[in-house]
Each structure stands twice: as structure tokens, then as C-alpha cells.
Nanobody, 129 residues
């Protein structure tokens, strides 16, 4: 059973930085696409970034060049470094482990977050202008 626990959320001013962490347990290495999603108030969930088991990364257009997804395998922790944040980055951020079944992780945002994915409880990020 995969378990994910996010931390690092909080309040930050526009233009600032924040680093989210996700502690991972129960996940067999190289069998998951690790993802970050977010949900703004009153809106649906949106894929933010994906990390392929072999190091490839994919980003939503809205965060490209500002956010970086990474993983420390020794610490079983996934990260999301958020720079130059904007008020529209406000929302609940979720860590997601999406089984890849031996296939490459999808680069298209619409394909992230499958029905088989495991989700954390989320951490709140609030960006003030």
C-alpha cells in the first residue's frame, strides 16, 4: 500500500519561493510516475508536474520555468520547488503516485493522474499579492 504525506505548504508573497515535500512509503522503485497536482478554490484538480522513474520531467505550461520537480531516492521524498509564485498558484497541492505498468510516463497533462493513482492528503499554498 502506497502512502504519501505532503508538507511544506504555507503563505507566501507574490514573487517568493516555497518548497513542498512528499514522504513516500510502500512504492516499489521505478514502477510509478510521481506527480504533483493542485486544486484552486472552486476549481477542478490540475496536473502541475511529473517525474519519470528515469529522470524525465514534464510541466504544465502555467508553471514551466518557475517550478521544479525532483526526488531524493535515499530519503524516499518527492519535492516541488516553487519560485516566482503568483496569486494564481494558490491552492491545495497533492502528491500523486501513478502506476506506469512498465510504460513511459505520459508527457501530456491530460493523461496525468490515472484512476489507479495514489493520492496524498494535500498541503495548502496561499500566495498573496
Amino acid at each position: 500500500q502506497v502512502q504519501l504525506e505532503e508538507s511544506g505548504g504555507g503563505s507566501v508573497q507574490s514573487g517568493g519561493s516555497l518548497k513542498l515535500s512528499c514522504a513516500i512509503s510502500g512504492a516499489t522503485p521505478y514502477t510509478y510516475c510521481m506527480e504533483w497536482f493542485r486544486q484552486a478554490p472552486g476549481k477542478g484538480r490540475e496536473g502541475v508536474a511529473v517525474l519519470d522513474p528515469y529522470g524525465y520531467t514534464y510541466y504544465a505550461d502555467s508553471v514551466k520555468g518557475r517550478f521544479t520537480i525532483s526526488q531524493d531516492n535515499a530519503k524516499n521524498t518527492l519535492y516541488l520547488q516553487m519560485n516566482s509564485v503568483k496569486p494564481e498558484d494558490t491552492g491545495m497541492y497533492f502528491c500523486v503516485a501513478d502506476p506506469n505498468y512498465g510504460s513511459p510516463c505520459p508527457s501530456e497533462q491530460v493523461s496525468w493522474g490515472s484512476d489507479d493513482a495514489y493520492w496524498g492528503q494535500g498541503t495548502q499554498v496561499t500566495v498573496s499579492s
